[in-house]
């Protein structure tokens, strides 16, 4: 088996057929294996899956976990049960196109100082479109891939990688594959699919990564970690702190992060200079934060209350 594809399964339900329709169409099935890892499924999703799953090849598997938990965890628990060289991540409200899993694997194939493939992508409101918006991502650069995260939706990188840089640290909610990314980026170079690898969910309500502050708190994470600190919103420091900043964290247990990354001390040290210029994003970043966070509210406090003053009592 060549390619181990990862989707993890969780309140899925208007999403899956089109997703095994999707898988159905892979255009190298024959070197792929599936692994299909299910966060307590419902009763909706396992009749799907028991309709669908019968006529589909056999290198898609479903694996069941009786309760839900943590992506990263259910990657995690994904690799180490894949049997191919490459590992793909496939999320179930995305869709790939059908020769994408090909391409990527032929680069790999074929550059062995390449480690990771990515590629760029369609981000689309509704799933099932082919319209969106193309997300155009810059050819790989050392320098920039250590700074700021072009992993994309369809990433695929060789297994082996873990044996250097450890496993997806599971403390993240949403920045697991940034975390990972600055990881490997540290020790292998990584190469841009030629064709568009597929099409992504961005609808706003839907997933962990695409609500709320965690994003915020966990690129300020990483970006502590590995000394981005120019780049450090400083109104995110105090709750990324709560995070294990030099410890990657798998199955419960901790791992020093300098056991993964050579040279970590050393490598920050000379990254202090930058601590002063997160000041220089500061004004900005409070004004972000004004317009995004409070102004919001105080327009909703204002309406409601607009609202009950337009209310008669009944006498």
């Known amino acids: 088996?060549?390619?181990?594809?990862?989707?993890?399964?969780?309140?899925?339900?208007?999403?899956?057929?089109?997703?095994?329709?999707?898988?159905?169409?892979?255009?190298?099935?024959?070197?792929?294996?599936v692994l299909l890892l299910h966060n307590a499924p419902t009763t909706i999703e396992m009749d799907i899956?028991?309709?669908?799953?019968?006529?589909?090849?056999?290198?898609?598997?479903?694996?069941?976990?009786?309760?839900?938990?943590?992506?990263?965890?259910?990657?995690?628990?994904?690799?180490?049960?894949?049997?191919?060289?490459?590992?793909?991540?496939?999320?179930?409200?995305?869709?790939?196109?059908?020769?994408s899993l090909k391409q990527q694997a032929e680069m790999l194939?074929?550059?062995?100082?390449?480690?990771?493939?990515?590629?760029?992508?369609?981000?689309?409101?509704?799933?099932?479109?082919?319209?969106?918006?193309?997300?155009?991502?810059?050819?790989?650069?050392?320098?920039?891939?250590?700074?700021?995260?072009?992993?994309?939706?369809?990433?695929?990188?060789?297994?082996?990688?873990?044996?250097?840089?450890?496993?997806f640290d599971e403390q993240f909610r949403s920045a697991g594959d940034y975390d990972f990314?600055?990881?490997?980026?540290?020790?292998?170079?990584?190469?841009?699919?030629?064709?568009?690898?597929?099409?992504?969910?961005?609808?706003?309500?839907?997933?962990?990564?695409?609500?709320?502050?965690?994003?915020n708190i966990e690129r300020t994470v990483c970006e502590l970690r590995f000394g981005i600190f120019d780049k450090v919103n400083m109104l995110y420091i105090k709750p990324a702190l709560k995070y294990h900043l030099t410890e990657l964290i798998k199955d419960g247990n901790r791992e020093d992060l300098s056991e993964r990354f050579e040279g970590l001390n050393l490598f920050l040290l000379k990254r202090l200079p930058l601590l002063p210029l997160m000041l220089l994003r500061l004004p900005i970043n409070v004004a972000r934060f004004f317009k995004h966070k409070v102004l919001p509210q105080i327009v909703r406090y204002i309406n409601y209350n607009s609202k009950k003053e337009r209310i008669i009592p009944s006498l």
């Not at 990771?116 to 918006?133: A, F």
């Open 1 to 33: 088996m060549k390619i181990s594809v990862i989707t993890s399964l969780y309140n899925c339900s208007n999403y899956l057929k089109g997703y095994l329709e999707s898988v159905a169409l892979i255009s190298n099935i024959e070197e792929v294996e």
């Open 49 to 99: 899956l028991n309709s669908e799953l019968p006529a589909m090849h056999q290198n898609v598997k479903h694996i069941v976990i009786p309760e839900r938990e943590g992506l990263y965890k259910t990657w995690n628990r994904g690799i180490e049960m894949a049997t191919g060289e490459y590992i793909a991540v496939w999320n179930v409200d995305d869709v790939r196109t059908p020769d």
């Open 109 to 167: 194939d074929n550059n062995i100082q390449v480690a990771l493939v990515y590629g760029e992508y369609i981000g689309v409101r509704t799933y099932g479109e082919r319209q969106g918006v193309h997300y155009k991502l810059p050819e790989f650069d050392s320098w920039k891939f250590s700074r700021s995260c072009f992993l994309s939706p369809f990433p695929m990188w060789r297994k082996s990688v873990h044996q250097t840089i450890g496993y």
């Open 181 to 215: 990314q600055l990881r490997v980026v540290r020790n292998w170079k990584f190469a841009k699919a030629p064709e568009v690898c597929g099409y992504y969910l961005e609808a706003p309500e839907t997933g962990i990564s695409k609500t709320g502050d965690i994003n």
